[in-house]
């Protein structure tokens, strides 16, 4: 990447915090082409259009793929451009910024922009549920039941908070259902009320939900919480807020390359941050699966 003028598509996602955008994406955009990076920046007018434009990218010959937002325009644009020799790019504005945060990414656009003006790349694992790369976490159960009630609207007044008073507003209408899991092909099964599968030891933020996964490992970490009352989802919550949940007799936790989920009741899932679907499904570790600035 010592090219003088490298050609590159940045996609903004403007909904993810308007007032950053106003005052500092200018900024940070002439950061980038006073260092070399020839910019086409686009931003998007509505949900779902974020994967469509990435992979549009990759069609037209752009070498980089910048993301303006948060960790669901990452996703989208990482599905968009996976694969493919292009290097992503990423200006974080959202409202968890899981994937900046594990990277080391400044928080503030114009020192994420230098990041990116370095040109230092790094090589990540992706994983992978059910035809979706994820670049953080899949889980089922309860964070996933409140993604799929929490509103737009208010996710946009008070962002990753949205998803916490979604959770706080429907928890007594929250039924636990048994996940059945098949680890590396049978080397382990185990059953539990919420698992969660991921790349990153972020998780929400700044919480640490897998506190020994690795980016770049080769490895999913899996959580498994197999308490069955919400009074016990409660204090897995908290004992995880602690850094204390690994320690609860009934909390497993594996390394893995594999995971086939099945439940005999409508079991949701999530993938960084925004819903998929329900089970059951299958996810793996992608290895080396994508280069980053960072």
């Known amino acids: 990447m010592e090219s003088s003028s490298i050609k590159t598509k940045v996609i903004v996602n403007p909904d993810s915090n308007p007032r950053v955008i106003k005052r500092h994406l200018r900024p940070a955009l002439r950061i980038l082409r006073n260092n070399g990076f020839y910019l086409s920046v686009t931003f998007t007018k509505g949900p779902g259009e974020v994967l469509p434009l990435a992979e549009q990218a990759v069609s037209q010959g752009f070498e980089v793929v910048i993301a303006v937002g948060g960790d669901g325009t990452a996703n989208e644009t990482i ?22 945060r594990e990277l080391g990414i400044p928080m503030k656009l114009r020192e994420a922009a230098r990041v990116i003006a ?17 670049s953080m976490m899949a889980s089922c159960g309860y964070d996933a039941y409140a993604i799929s009630r929490t509103s737009l609207k208010v996710k946009k007044i008070i962002r990753r908070y949205a998803y916490l008073w979604a959770g706080i507003k429907d928890f007594l209408g929250y039924r636990p259902t048994e996940i059945t899991l098949t680890l590396d092909n049978g080397r382990v099964v185990e059953k539990g009320t919420f698992v969660v599968v991921s790349n990153t030891h972020f998780y929400g933020g700044t919480h640490q939900m897998a506190p020994f996964a690795e980016i770049d490992d ?26 204390q949940h690994l320690n609860m007799k009934n909390v497993k936790y594996y390394r893995i390359r594999r995971v086939e989920l099945s439940s005999l009741k409508k ?19 992608v290895p080396g699966a994508l280069d980053v600035f960072c």
Request: proline share 2%; charged share 20%.
């Open 79 to 100: 599905n968009g451009i996976v694969g493919k020799d292009v290097i992503l790019g990423l200006l974080p504005i959202g409202g968890s910024n899981v994937l900046a």
């Open 118 to 134: 370095r040109k230092s790349r790094r090589t990540i694992d992706l994983g992978w549920i059910n035809g979706r790369h994820f």
């Open 218 to 243: 080769g490895f999913l970490d899996l959580c498994i919480y197999q308490g069955k009352s919400q009074l016990g989802l409660v204090r897995f919550a908290l004992s995880m807020l602690w850094r």
């Open 267 to 285: 079991t949701l899932v999530q993938v960084d941050g925004d819903a998929l679907g329900e089970l059951p499904m299958t996810s793996k570790i």
